[in-house]
C-alpha cells in the first residue's frame, strides 16, 4: 500500500512544506511506503525555500485516478507463439488459469489461448472431424510428446513446424499403400506395429516418420532400407491410440489463437476497463504497450481488488481543491485550517482541523506530540510554511501557537525567522516571474458553494504598483480563466506583503453580487481592502456571505454545477 501525503491543487509553500514534513514523520514512525506528492507546480518562491534547505521537491501527481496498472497482475505467466499445446496445459494447470496471453519475440502480445479454444481444437465437432489427424508442428515436438526413442535418422533442431497428417496402419498392406498414397509422403507420419510388411510399405512409401508403438521393434534390414530412404524412425512405448493422442499435442499454440482480443494500457482509468470488460466475454485482458509489448493481465477478480494506493491531506479538506482523482482514493488522515468543506469519510478517520495560522504549525505540534525531533532542513521547510501562510504573523489568521512554533523551529533550523521572511518575499513577485494568466491561477482555489462554483486566487506583491501597470492584462487573464472553467465568478486578492492591504480584482459575477460589494472601489471590477490578506478568514466568509445576499444561487442556474455522477 503506498501512501502519498499530499497537499491542494495549485500548491502555496504550505501545502509542499505540510506535505514534505508529515511524510517524513510518517516515515519517522514506521509508516511504510509513504511520500509526499504535490498537485501542481511549484513557484518561484517555493523553489528558493526547498533549494535554502536543501530538500528536493516532492514528485508531482497530476491524477491519481486509479489505472489498470494499480490492479493489473504484472507477473505474467504467458506462452510463446512457438510453443506446444502440451506445453500451453501445463502452464494453464500448473497454475489454474483460464487462459494465457500468447507472445512472441519482445514480450509482444499476439493474442490469447484459453482452455475452450485448446479443448476446440483437440476435440473438433463431427464435422470437422478430419482436422484431428492434422498437427502444425515439427517433427522433433510430435516425437517429444510421447518421448519417442529415435531408431533411425535425426530431427533437426532448427526445423520449422509443417502440417503433418497422422496416420494409423489397422488395415492389410495393400490399403494401406492406397491410403498413404493419397497424401505427400514427406507430411505424413505413419504409426505402425510390428508387422514387416506395412513398416516395409511405410519406408518405401518415403513417409516423413514411422513411429513404431507399443514399445515393439523393427529388424535391422528395415532400419537400414529406412536411412538410405531418409525416413526418420522412433519408437513409442504406448499403444496406437495412446500415441496419435499424445502426438497431437504437438500442435503450435499459434495455430489455435484468438487474434481478435480486448487489450488495455496500462495507463487506462479503471473504471474505463471495467466498463470495457463488462460487455466483453473475454476471461482474461492483456495489458499492453504502446508498441504492443505486454506488461500485464487483468482478469475480471482483478477490477474488484482494492487499489494499493491512498492519501493523506494536508492543508486543504475539500475535494474541488484536492488532486484530481482523489475521490476515487481511501483518505486515511486530513490536517487542515481551512473551512470544513464538506468532507465525508466511509470510515473513521484521523482528521486534525485546527483554526490556527498554518498547516505547517499543525504537522509541528504532531511531532512535538510524538516526540519525533525535528530535522534541521524540515524545520526551515515549516518555518516558511507559516511565514508565507500567516505573512510573517501579521495575517489575523495568526495564533500564539504559530509565534511559539515559529519561535522553537528557528531554533533548530538556526535561521532567523525574519530574515527568512525577507528572503522570501523578496523573491521575485509572481507579477514580474509569471504571465498574467500563469499568475491568476499559481494559488488559485475553487469552491463549490450551495450550487455555485467560484474561485478565489491569490498573489502576494512587495507593493502595488507592478499590479496597477498591468491591471488590465490581468482582468483579461482572470475573466479568460472564469469563462474557461465556466465560473460563476473568479476572484484574485493581490496582497501587499509590505502594508497588508490588499486589492479585490473580480472577473464574472452578477450586478446584484457587485452592487452589494461595499469596499470602495478602485477602478472597474476593482475594490480596496484594506487590511484584509487572508484569503480563508477575511475574504472568503465574507465572499460566500455577499454571495448569499446576492442570491447568486438562484439567480444564475445556468452555472450551477450538476450533482455527482451526473
Ligand atoms: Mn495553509
Request: include cysteine.
Amino acid at each position: 500500500m503506498e501512501t502519498i501525503v499530499i497537499g491542494h491543487r495549485n500548491p502555496d509553500q504550505d501545502a509542499i512544506s505540510a506535505a514534505v514534513a508529515y511524510a517524513h514523520l510518517k516515515q519517522a514512525q514506521g509508516m511504510e511506503n509513504v511520500t509526499a506528492g504535490r498537485a501542481g507546480n511549484l513557484t518561484a518562491r517555493i523553489e528558493f525555500v526547498l533549494g535554502k534547505f536543501g530538500v528536493p521537491a516532492p514528485p508531482l501527481f497530476a491524477d491519481v485516478t486509479p489505472l489498470v496498472r494499480d490492479v493489473m497482475e504484472a507477473d505474467v505467466i504467458t506462452v510463446r507463439a512457438d510453443a506446444t499445446v502440451t506445453q500451453a496445459i501445463g502452464s494453464i494447470d500448473e497454475h489454474q488459469l483460464r487462459g494465457l496471453p500468447v507472445v512472441g519475440e519482445d514480450q509482444r502480445c499476439l493474442g490469447l489461448l484459453s482452455a475452450h479454444k485448446i479443448t476446440h481444437q483437440l476435440f473438433p465437432s463431427r464435422g470437422e472431424a478430419e482436422r484431428a489427424r492434422q498437427v502444425t508442428a515439427t517433427l522433433g515436438d510430435i516425437l517429444r510428446t510421447f518421448d519417442g526413442e529415435l531408431l533411425v535418422g535425426a530431427c533437426d533442431p532448427a526445423e520449422r513446424a509443417e502440417e503433418f497428417w497422422l496416420t494409423v496402419a489397422v488395415t492389410r498392406v495393400e490399403t494401406f499403400r492406397g491410403r498413404i498414397a493419397e497424401r505427400d509422403p514427406r507430411r505424413l507420419v505413419a504409426f505402425v506395429g510390428d508387422r514387416d510388411d506395412i513398416q516395409r510399405a511405410a519406408i518405401e512409401a518415403g513417409t516423413r516418420a514411422v513411429v513404431v508403438v507399443g514399445g515393439l521393434t523393427m529388424t535391422a534390414e528395415l532400419r537400414a532400407l529406412a536411412s538410405r530412404a531418409g525416413v526418420v524412425v522412433a519408437r513409442s512405448r504406448f499403444d496406437a491410440a495412446t500415441t496419435v493422442l499424445l502426438s497431437r499435442g504437438a500442435s503450435r499454440v499459434d495455430t489455435m489463437l484468438e487474434r481478435d482480443f480486448v487489450a488495455f494500457h496500462p495507463d487506462t482509468p479503471l473504471d474505463a476497463a471495467r466498463a470495457r470488460a463488462a460487455t466483453h466475454p473475454a476471461a482474461i485482458f492483456p495489458v499492453v504497450e504502446e508498441d504492443g509489448r505486454l506488461v500485464g493481465v487483468l482478469t475480471k477478480g482483478d477490477f474488484i481488488r482494492p487499489i494499493p494506493r491512498q492519501l493523506i491531506l494536508v492543508d486543504h479538506n475539500e475535494l474541488a481543491q484536492a488532486v484530481p482523482g482523489a475521490d476515487r482514493l481511501r483518505v486515511i488522515e486530513v490536517l487542515d485550517h481551512h473551512r470544513l468543506g464538506g468532507f465525508a469519510s466511509t470510515e473513521p478517520i484521523l482528521y486534525w482541523n485546527n483554526p490556527v495560522g498554518s498547516t505547517s504549525t499543525i504537522v509541528t505540534m504532531c511531532y512535538e506530540q510524538a516526540g519525533v525531533p525535528v530535522p534541521a532542513p524540515i524545520a526551515g521547510l515549516l518555518m516558511a510554511g507559516i511565514i508565507t501562510d500567516t505573512l510573517h504573523l501579521t495575517s489575523p489568521t495568526t495564533t500564539d501557537v504559530d509565534r511559539a512554533i515559529l519561535g522553537r523551529l528557528e531554533g533548530i533550523a538556526q535561521v532567523p525567522a525574519a530574515q527568512l521572511a525577507r528572503e522570501i518575499f523578496a523573491v521575485g513577485s509572481p507579477l514580474l516571474t509569471l504571465s498574467p494568466a500563469e499568475a491568476v491561477t499559481a494559488d488559485c482555489k475553487t469552491f463549490q458553494e450551495g450550487g455555485v462554483r467560484f474561485s478565489v486566487a491569490q498573489i502576494e506583491e512587495p507593493g502595488l504598483d507592478l499590479f496597477q501597470s498591468k491591471r488590465a492584462e490581468v482582468a483579461a487573464a482572470l475573466e479568460q480563466w472564469r469563462a474557461a472553467n465556466n465560473l460563476f465568478l473568479a476572484a484574485l486578492l493581490v496582497t501587499d506583503i509590505h502594508t497588508h492591504n490588499s486589492l479585490l480584482l473580480v472577473a464574472g459575477g452578477t450586478e446584484e453580487f457587485r452592487r452589494r460589494i461595499t469596499y470602495p472601489t478602485a477602478g472597474p471590477g476593482l475594490w480596496e481592502l484594506a487590511g484584509v490578506v487572508s484569503r480563508k478568514k477575511q475574504l472568503l466568509p465574507w465572499l460566500l456571505r455577499t454571495l448569499a445576499e446576492a442570491g447568486a444561487d438562484a439567480e444564475d442556474r445556468a452555472l450551477r454545477v450538476p450533482p455527482r455522477g451526473g
